[in-house]
T-cell receptor
Framework: DGGITQSPKYLFRKEGQNVTLSCEQN?????MYWYRQDPGQGLRLIYY???????QKGDIAEGYSVSREKKESFPLTVTSAQKNPTAFYLC?????????????FGEGSRLTVL | GQNIDQPTEMTATEGAIVQINCTYQ??????LFWYQQHAGEAPTFLSY????GLEEKGRFSSFLSRSKGYSYLLLKELQMKDSASYLC????????????FGQGTELSVKP
């Protein structure tokens, strides 16, 4: 079945360590997105990519990095520069890089910094 | 800046009808989405409005008034499984399809 796979589902990290969250989709979607969700808050956009080898910063990109080397993959690295990384991270994709189509979400990755 | 407001919490009774409101102030509006999210899970798509009016889909309906910057999600014949967070999101024009989300409305359905 087609869908978006995020891994790991749960991740624990020590302060000062970088960690990479995986996001893979087999929907043949052009656009991919990373959102962060904190308790009681809406989803906030970290980075998005409309096409391979290109990506743009969202509203809260500081302390994060991404790559888009393949259409199917959009990994997110949470660096040690991110001051408050404990959160629920959601990856999403959309059929078009334009202004049509809803976002399809992965199951999420919950990151806890110890 | 962009601003999307919705109530933080709502409570309703099983079998009843509930309306969740969303107001927005954004530049370059290009559609409004409603998603349902159960605790610890991914959001799932419920509805999409880009023109004024009512869109009905089974027990769920969504309304949009672009001139008022207003939308609502109507849930009929409430079931216990409808207890979830409901997210209102706006797509901005010509910005790569990204969505701007409100903070979500936590709906509790009581027996």
């Amino acid at each position: 079945d087609g869908g978006i796979t995020q891994s790991p589902k749960y991740l624990f990290r020590k302060e000062g360590q970088n960690v990479t969250l995986s996001c893979e989709q087999n929907l043949n979607h052009d656009a991919m997105y990373w959102y962060r969700q904190d308790p009681g808050q809406g989803l906030r956009l970290i980075y998005y990519s409309q096409i391979v080898n290109d990506f743009q910063k969202g509203d809260i990109a500081e302390g994060y990095s991404v790559s888009r080397e393949k259409k199917e993959s959009f990994p997110l690295t949470v660096t040690s520069a991110q001051k408050n990384p404990t959160a629920f991270y959601l990856c999403a994709s959309s059929i078009s890089k334009g202004d049509t189509g809803e976002l399809f979400f992965g199951e999420g990755s919950r990151l806890t910094v110890l | 800046g962009q601003n999307i407001d919705q109530p933080t919490e709502m409570t309703a009774t099983e079998g009843a009808i509930v309306q969740i409101n969303c107001t927005y102030q954004t530049s370059g509006f290009n559609g409004l989405f409603w998603y349902q999210q159960h605790a610890g899970e991914a959001p799932t798509f419920l509805s999409y409005n880009v023109l004024d009016g009512l869109e009905e889909k089974g027990r769920f309906s969504s309304f949009l008034s672009r001139s008022k910057g207003y939308s609502y999600l109507l849930l009929k014949e409430l079931q216990m499984k409808d207890s979830a967070s409901y997210l209102c999101a706006v797509r901005l024009y010509n910005q790569g399809g990204k969505l701007i989300f409100g903070q979500g409305t936590e709906l509790s359905v009581k027996p």
